[in-house]
């Protein structure tokens, strides 16, 4: 029995790998396709693009490894099935389900891995991708300016370049540059204008930053002075003549920075899961605070809505009962109890219904991660429950009916998980069914084909029907 085992796991293991390369492959490629633009013409370094690979493919393992073990569970039996080894097997005197065993522990195994990881590791790979991410997208695309055109990609400055030198593209001609980098009203200068018949644009790294590093020669700068009230100004205008002039001007945005990781650590799915479970709990606590508080409001409420229906005694004797008053009196306090309702209705409509609602969905968003965790290895199992007795029914291999199964079912269940997910968020569900819908719907697809695995029927048992036409 042990090299039967043995025989069996070797069989899943090429597949399982196969698989699990495959699947993050096509993930990743997705991954990328998507951020595309946010990663063109920016300059990145290798570095930086392999780490960010490299989080990135973590943080694709929960969608990866179910639909890794469908695959290969399917692809597995359907190859045993397709050269009669699952025939010869259970001819040797071997249950269907003593062949599935050594592959259910193997399963096990990566279910536990999975469990280790969504609980400790999946929150740090998180955080890390996530904040590389936002490096990324927030770096400006690598400096490229056109000819003929004002670019606008610098603070401050407005450049325009009228040719470059197609042989040496840091000669450039017939430049103007307009500077908004000095406010008038802070400096006492409008703006300030450089033109130049030539000059030589580079961009250098200076102190762990980019900088523009420019040389114009023969032209002329115009400033506008800011005329000041208290004083009659004679020169508003400026105008000076230079031979060359070099400036070295800051590039903000250009050199991707490093964020801080604490920036990112408030979010729920960087958290592991003991921290998880204590914000749960404490977005637990203030729903049911703000309920309790709105339920009192709501009393008093009532109780101002039925007055005057049932006198209320304003004092002990009884010349102060609220009928014995005149009718300015009682218009007094009529109007006195009106404002205090309509304060009442205010408070709770613009402050209590608010809190509730916003301490609902922080639980509800706290609680569909917190599912998450345990759903996600749990998902490896459902799908192995649903590979293993779908491929001994099939017995097909290759990548023709294993790959098309495993993409309906892994569609199916992504499909359900997306759905249901959006419909807690929604608050139209609770969130345990946000995230378990999934596999209790799934679940009694897994039995029926596990029983139609061990009968050794077809996918469908279309005789049960036809008895019950008979009928």
């Known amino acids: 029995m042990r090299r039967i085992s043995k025989l069996i796991l070797q069989a899943f293991a090429g597949p399982f790998w196969v698989a699990f390369v495959l699947t993050l492959f096509i993930l990743l490629m997705q991954f990328v396709w998507r951020y595309i633009d946010d990663f063109m013409?920016?300059?990145?370094?290798?570095?930086?693009?392999?780490?960010?690979?490299?989080?990135?493919?973590?943080?694709?393992?929960?969608?990866?490894l179910p639909l890794t073990v469908l695959f290969a569970a399917i692809l597995t039996l359907g190859n045993l099935g397709e050269r009669n080894e699952l025939?010869?097997?259970?001819?040797?005197?071997?249950?269907?389900?003593?062949?599935?065993?050594?592959?259910?522990?193997?399963?096990?195994?990566?279910?536990?891995?999975?469990?280790?990881?969504?609980?400790?590791?999946?929150?740090?790979?998180?955080?890390?991708?996530?904040?590389?991410?936002?490096?990324?997208?927030?770096?400006?695309?690598?400096?490229?300016?056109?000819?003929?055109?004002?670019y606008r990609g610098i603070e401050g400055l407005v450049i325009r370049i009228g040719k470059k030198d197609k042989?040496?593209?840091?000669?450039?001609?017939?430049?103007?540059?307009?500077?908004?980098?000095?406010?008038?009203?802070?400096?006492?200068?409008?703006?300030?204008?450089?033109?130049?018949?030539?000059?030589?644009?580079?961009?250098?790294?200076?102190?762990?930053?980019?900088?523009?590093?420019?040389?114009?020669?023969?032209?002329?700068?115009?400033?506008?002075?800011?005329?000041?009230?208290?004083r009659d100004d004679k020169h508003p205008h400026k105008q000076y003549a230079f031979k060359r002039m070099s400036k070295l001007m800051d590039m903000p945005g250009f050199t991707m920075k490093k964020s801080d990781d604490e920036d990112f650590q408030g979010h729920y799915e960087m958290m592991i899961f003991s921290e998880l479970t204590q914000v749960k709990d404490s977005f637990k606590n203030i729903y049911v605070q703000s309920k309790e508080e709105l339920g009192i409001?709501?009393?008093?409420?009532?109780?101002?809505?039925?007055?005057?229906?049932?006198?209320v005694a304003l004092g002990i004797a009884d010349s102060l009962r609220y009928e014995c008053l005149?009718?300015?009196?009682?218009?007094?306090?009529?109007?006195?109890?009106?404002?205090?309702?309509?304060?009442?209705?205010?408070?709770?409509?613009?402050?209590?219904?608010?809190?509730?609602?916003?301490?609902?969905?922080?639980?509800?968003?706290?609680?569909?991660?917190?599912?998450?965790?345990?759903?996600?290895?749990?998902?490896?199992?459902?799908?192995?429950?649903?590979?293993?007795?779908?491929?001994?029914?099939?017995?097909?291999?290759?990548?023709?009916?294993?790959?098309?199964?495993?993409?309906i079912f892994f569609i199916l269940y992504f499909v359900i998980s997306t759905i249901s997910k959006s419909m807690a968020e929604d608050l139209l569900i609770p969130a345990f069914l946000g995230q378990w819908s999934a596999i209790v719907l799934l679940l009694p697809i897994a039995l029926y084909l596990n029983n139609q695995a061990r009968k050794e029927a077809g996918f469908f048992d279309f005789s049960m029907f036809k008895r019950l036409f008979k009928r």
């Open 41 to 64: 013409g920016k300059g990145l370094d290798g570095l930086v693009i392999a780490e960010l690979i490299f989080y990135a493919t973590l943080n694709l393992l929960p969608m990866s």
């Open 87 to 150: 025939t010869a097997l259970k001819a040797a005197g071997l249950s269907l389900f003593s062949i599935f065993r050594p592959l259910f522990f193997a399963v096990c195994v990566v279910t536990g891995f999975a469990f280790v990881f969504s609980m400790y590791i999946l929150p740090k790979v998180s955080l890390k991708f996530h904040r590389v991410l936002y490096d990324v997208a927030t770096t400006k695309p690598a400096f490229d300016m056109p000819e003929k055109v004002f």
């Open 167 to 230: 042989k040496d593209m840091s000669n450039i001609y017939d430049v103007m540059i307009y500077d908004h980098s000095e406010p008038a009203y802070l400096t006492g200068k409008d703006r300030r204008i450089t033109v130049a018949k030539t000059g030589k644009m580079e961009v250098v790294d200076y102190k762990n930053s980019k900088k523009m590093r420019i040389e114009l020669f023969d032209g002329h700068v115009y400033e506008n002075s800011y005329p000041d009230k208290k």
């Open 297 to 311: 409001y709501e009393k008093s409420q009532n109780t101002f809505l039925q007055f005057p229906a049932e006198p």
């Open 326 to 407: 005149t009718e300015k009196e009682q218009e007094r306090i009529l109007q006195s109890l009106e404002n205090t309702l309509s304060g009442y209705v205010q408070y709770v409509q613009n402050y209590l219904l608010p809190k509730q609602e916003r301490a609902e969905k922080n639980q509800t968003t706290a609680l569909l991660e917190w599912h998450f965790r345990i759903t996600f290895p749990l998902s490896c199992i459902l799908m192995f429950l649903i590979g293993a007795p779908l491929g001994s029914i099939v017995k097909k291999g290759g990548l023709g009916l294993p790959v098309l199964f495993s993409v």
